[in-house]
């Protein structure tokens, strides 16, 4: 009877196990939600799209380095610098990207809240166009 237990034991820890890897590489392959920074901030802290994977096209309408070395991008629709969403760059790789004002991105990442104010943390970059510089 202890030896049955303990292959039953085991083959629940095997089979949670492999659930969890499943999950984990599902989650790798979710596509992304495609949004805007407007649809983004459209439902403030309560969006929906907290804690989702999205993909925006937006234009870099500051680059900011804060005293603690972090870089934040803030982004808004088609150059208009009115309703902006910051995105806290944390991935070395990102750091290293020229990314000035005026440059048109596309970012995956995802939809996050900081200090009350909603941010989209980027897992990927591509740099669509270029822009004026400062």
């Not at 500051?62 to 760059?89: F, H, I, Q």
Request: glycine share 10%.
């Amino acid at each position: 009877m202890e030896g049955e237990s303990y292959l039953v034991t085991a083959l629940l820890l095997a089979l949670s196990a492999a659930g969890i890897a499943a999950i984990w590489f599902a989650s790798e392959r979710i596509e992304p939600l495609q949004a805007t920074v407007g649809s983004v901030l459209e439902a403030g802290l309560d969006s929906p799209m907290v804690g989702r994977l999205v993909s925006v096209d937006a234009t870099v309408c500051n680059v900011r380095k804060s005293k603690s070395g972090s870089l934040y991008w803030s982004l808004a629709e088609d150059g208009e610098c009115v309703s902006m969403l910051t995105a806290p760059v944390f991935d070395k790789n990102l750091k290293a990207m020229s990314v000035a004002k005026g440059d048109v991105l596309r970012m995956t990442g995802t939809v996050d809240e900081y200090e009350g104010e909603l941010e989209i943390v980027p897992k990927d970059v591509q740099v669509l166009g270029g822009g004026q510089g400062d």
